[in-house]
T-cell receptor, first 114, second 112 residues
Framework: AQTVTQSQPEMSVQEAETVTLSCTYDTSESDYYLFWYKQPPSRQMILVIRQEAYKQQNATENRFSVNFQKAAKSFSLKISDSQLGDAAMYFCAYRAYNNNDMRFGAGTRLTVKP | ETGVTQTPRHLVMGMTNKKSLKCEQHLGHNAMYWYKQSAKKPLELMFVYSLEERVENNSVPSRFSPECPNSSHLFLHLHTLQPEDSALYLC???????????FGPGTRLTVT
């Protein structure tokens, strides 16, 4: 079974600074996708960024980027120039290429200090 | 945020009640999902429907009964629930694997 581990239950960052959220996963598959989702307080969960395992290049979406280390099974999210609106629960997720099942980590609560 | 809608947004029910949660997706997807989100626990996948057929049922108690009448609608029928079933129930949709899922806002369920 695939498991996803987020070892930081809570993180905080000063506005305009950079923060990195950690995620590790366990799998025996070679083809899979990794995701970071954001869930603001009392709001909908939305996709932040996606990484295909076969791609060596790290995905980037504006201020959000990942550090994907396939051999280490590590998938961290870096948020640059943090904004107050970045405050949310962040979930790391894994999905095998041929499987409907998406596995989520327990989440990291990010606080952004003004 | 209107691609996947869920009703009701909040529901309080007694243990002997019967109620249903509704999910609708407007994204043209062909797979839909029910998740349970409890405090301090990872999201738990409950059911998956792909092309209107149930393809996943992760040992969910029979007091939860899903229904997918077409590719745009998904229901979760609830009966004789327990207090530990209180949680946020999230619906999601996607194109068939392995693509990302799009989530609805959830139904906050409280069982008294």
């Amino acid at each position: 079974a695939q498991t996803v581990t987020q070892s930081q239950p809570e993180m905080s960052v000063q506005e305009a600074e950079t923060v990195t959220l950690s995620c590790t996963y366990d799998t025996s598959e070679s083809d899979y996708y990794l995701f970071w989702y954001k869930q603001p307080p009392s709001r909908q969960m939305i996709l932040v960024i996606r990484q295909e395992a076969y791609k060596q290049q790290n995905a980037t979406e504006n201020r959000f980027s990942v550090n994907f280390q396939k051999a280490a099974k590590s998938f961290s999210l870096k948020i640059s120039d943090s904004q107050l609106g970045d405050a949310a629960m962040y979930f790391c997720a894994y999905r095998a290429y041929n499987n409907n099942d998406m596995r989520f980590g327990a989440g990291t609560r990010l606080t952004v200090k003004p | 945020e209107t691609g996947v809608t869920q009703t009701p947004r909040h529901l309080v029910m007694g243990m002997t009640n019967k109620k249903s949660l509704k999910c609708e997706q407007h994204l043209g997807h062909n797979a839909m999902y029910w998740y349970k989100q409890s405090a301090k626990k990872p999201l738990e996948l409950m059911f998956v429907y792909s092309l209107e057929e149930r393809v996943e049922n992760n040992s969910v108690p029979s007091r939860f009964s899903p229904e997918c009448p077409n590719s745009s609608h998904l229901f979760l029928h609830l009966h004789t629930l327990q207090p530990e079933d209180s949680a946020l129930y999230l619906c999601a949709s996607s194109q068939r694997f392995p693509y990302e899922q799009y989530f609805g806002p959830g139904t906050r369920l409280t069982v008294t």
